[in-house]
């Protein structure tokens, strides 16, 4: 069972800038890829950031050229670093974690942390 403890969120206002953290740990398998997706109130949620073992990054549309996501694979660590916020941006920040050993599929997810956005 991989546990993913978030870290960072908070209020900040349109124009600011915020870093989220995630730690993994409890996993006996390598962490293959890594991200962050958010949930708004009456939204589902979206996944914003992913990250592979290898470094390779996606972006949401919605955050592309703000958002920036980086891993630290030693310590089986994920950040968000997040400029340039919005209103819209406001949300709960989920970390995620998806192993895929022995051809199987497992993702983990964290409590969240909130991030809000004043205008």
């Known amino acids: 069972q991989v546990q993913l403890v978030e870290s960072g969120g908070g209020l900040v206002q349109a124009g600011g800038s915020l870093r989220l953290s995630c730690a993994a740990s409890?996993?006996?398998?390598?962490?293959?890829?890594m991200g962050w997706g958010r949930q708004a109130p009456g939204k589902q949620r979206e996944l914003v950031a992913v990250?592979?073992?290898?470094?390779?990054?996606t972006y949401a549309d919605s955050v592309k050229g703000r958002f920036t996501i980086s891993r630290n694979n030693t310590k089986d660590t994920v950040y968000l670093q997040m400029n340039s916020l919005k209103p819209e941006d406001t949300a709960v920040y989920y970390c995620?974690?998806?192993?895929?050993?022995?051809?199987?599929?497992?993702?983990?997810w964290g409590q969240g942390t909130q991030v809000t956005v004043s205008s």
């Open positions: 990250i592979t073992s290898g470094g390779s990054t």
């Open positions: 409890g996993s006996s398998f390598s962490i293959n890829d």
């Open positions: 995620n974690a998806q192993l895929r050993p022995y051809r199987r599929t497992y993702d983990y």
